[in-house]
């Protein structure tokens, strides 16, 4: 499964942006039994969790850092996941990844993702 990070820029602090990851799907492979789930990696810093979503878009999980300031949500007619963010900080700053679960439920486990974009850049200044 290929999957396509877009959305990112370069915004000031207090901003808001939309990342979307796609899966084109021109194999006929689809994302929508899968769990999803962004990463970011800041330079100089290992990739860390942001947020999951199950494959039904029931459940989902967020890191301390961006609980109440992001949402990730998915689409799956759409083959879709979305993640907004919202009051971004300089923090925020670093390269998002998408990638889709081995299974169908949460996880913050970088391990349990079998399959990644190829990340969008946000930075965001203050």
């Known amino acids: 499964v290929q999957l396509q990070a877009s959305g990112g820029g370069l915004v000031q602090t207090g901003a808001s942006l939309r990342l979307s990851c796609a899966a084109p799907g021109r194999t006929g492979r689809t994302i929508s039994n899968n769990s999803m789930g962004w990463f970011r990696q800041a330079p100089g810093k290992e990739r860390e969790f942001v947020a999951a979503i199950n494959w039904r878009g029931g459940t989902t999980s967020y890191s301390d850092s961006v609980k109440d300031r992001f949402t990730i949500s998915r689409d799956n007619a759409k083959n879709t996941v979305y993640l907004q963010m919202n009051g971004l900080k300089t923090e925020d700053t670093a390269v998002y990844y998408c990638?889709?679960?081995?299974?169908?439920?949460?996880?913050?486990?970088?391990?349990?993702?079998?399959?990644w974009g190829q990340g969008t850049l946000v930075t965001v200044s203050s």
């Open positions: 990638a889709a679960g081995r299974g169908s439920t949460v996880t913050s486990n970088t391990q349990e993702y079998r399959y």
